[in-house]
């Protein structure tokens, strides 16, 4: 079956460069969620987009932005990039509006800052 | 806004020795709960979930999980471990607001296992 497809795997970049993520869920769910993984932490909500808009906000630094696009791919942009935001970039889809809380989790997207 | 709390942060046991992870949250209405499991350098993967009935619940590889309300609690147990079972255990829950809602789940800190052969 399908499931939540997110590029690059990994990205290298320097302090203050820009990075994009991007995110596909599986066909047919409508909600797409950013989660960040710190080393040795746990994943901590960042975003979260329904039907193309953002539906909850969680703990974005205001240097990212993220939007949810006409075919449902998620892309997740952070700009002046800190060595604190090194961390593995999970995103995950769900497929109906009145969420169970069932998340599809993709195989992350692992960004290293120097 | 709820909160999760995974009693143990490290585990280490012996193949064949029977694990119980804690798991308390705290929210005072009505949630749905979750354990994902990762793997060393994999992503989060659904172990079991609870949405409503039975609070005994099954999931993947043997693992099972008790849902307390009185107790706040969903606890995951397997009878026998096995050294593939080394891994990080999230536990995970998710509100259900009368609005119903698309934010995220509320993850524990995880519990580190270790089993060794």
């Known amino acids: 079956a399908a499931g939540v497809i997110q590029s690059p795997r990994h990205l290298i970049k320097e302090k203050r460069e820009t990075a994009t993520l991007k995110c596909y869920p599986i066909?047919?769910?409508?909600?797409v969620y950013w989660y960040q993984q710190g080393p040795g932490q746990d994943p901590q909500f960042l975003i979260s987009f329904y039907e193309k808009m953002q539906s909850d906000k969680g703990s974005i630094p205001d240097r990212f932005s993220a939007q949810q696009f006409s075919d449902y791919h998620s892309e997740l942009n952070m700009s002046s990039l800190e060595l604190g935001d090194s961390a593995l970039y999970f995103c995950?889809?769900?497929?109906?509006?009145?969420?169970?809380?069932?998340?599809?989790f993709g195989e992350g997207s692992r960004l290293t800052v120097l | 806004a709820q909160s999760v709390s995974q009693h143990n942060h490290h585990v280490i046991l012996s193949e064949a020795a029977s694990l119980e992870l804690g798991c308390n949250y705290s929210?005072?209405?009505?949630?749905?709960l979750f354990w994902y499991v990762q793997y060393p350098g994999q992503h989060l993967q659904l172990l079991l979930k609870y949405f409503s009935g039975d609070p005994l619940v099954k999931g993947i590889k043997g693992f099972e999980a008790e849902f307390i309300k009185s107790k706040f609690s969903f606890n995951l147990r397997k009878p026998s471990v096995q050294w593939s079972d080394t891994a990080e255990y999230f536990c995970a829950v998710h509100a259900l607001y009368s609005g119903g809602g698309a934010d995220g789940l509320t993850f524990g800190k995880g519990t580190h296992l270790i089993i060794q052969p």
């Open positions: 066909p047919r769910h409508d909600t």
């Open positions: 995950a889809s769900s497929g109906n509006r009145v969420s169970t809380g069932e998340l599809f």
């Open positions: 929210y005072g209405g009505t949630v749905n």
